[in-house]
């Protein structure tokens, strides 16, 4: 019932450009937070970018001005535009459905299965 799908990853050259969607399945989209995180083989998973309920963005400094968080509640569906795409982006990327209290309830946030990048010559 609560799941992440991510999709649009795949192999692009550097200064190419991809676009990652993530549809989601669950309770209470429009007021959580959804964020990306990316995750390379021997570091640790980290923020790339994340966005309120009400449109609010945050990116991490190494992506600010190439990349473009998005969201479309009527779809509940999260967009990652990504440009100017450099070797050091190559991850898997994940979507993150933040957790959110409702009516006195707690939702938890989940994560999806995440969708490789690879920026490669």
């Known amino acids: 019932q609560e799941y992440l799908v991510e999709s649009g990853g795949g192999l692009v050259q550097p200064g190419g450009s991809l676009r990652l969607s993530c549809a989601f399945s669950?309770?209470?989209?429009?007021?959580?937070?959804m964020g990306w995180y990316r995750q390379a083989p021997g570091k640790q998973r980290e923020l790339v970018a994340d966005?309120?309920?009400?449109?609010?963005?945050n990116y991490a400094d190494s992506v600010k001005g190439r990349f473009t968080i998005s969201r479309d509640n009527a779809k509940m569906t999260v967009y990652l535009q990504m440009n100017s795409l450099k070797p050091e982006d190559t991850a898997v990327y994940y979507c993150?459905?933040?957790?959110?209290?409702?009516?006195?309830?707690?939702?938890?946030?989940?994560w999806g299965q995440g969708t490789q990048v690879t920026v490669s010559s």
């Open positions: 669950g309770s209470i989209f429009s007021i959580r937070a």
């Open positions: 993150n459905a933040g957790g959110t209290y409702y009516r006195g309830t707690y939702y938890s946030g989940y």
């Open positions: 966005i309120s309920g009400g449109g609010r963005t």
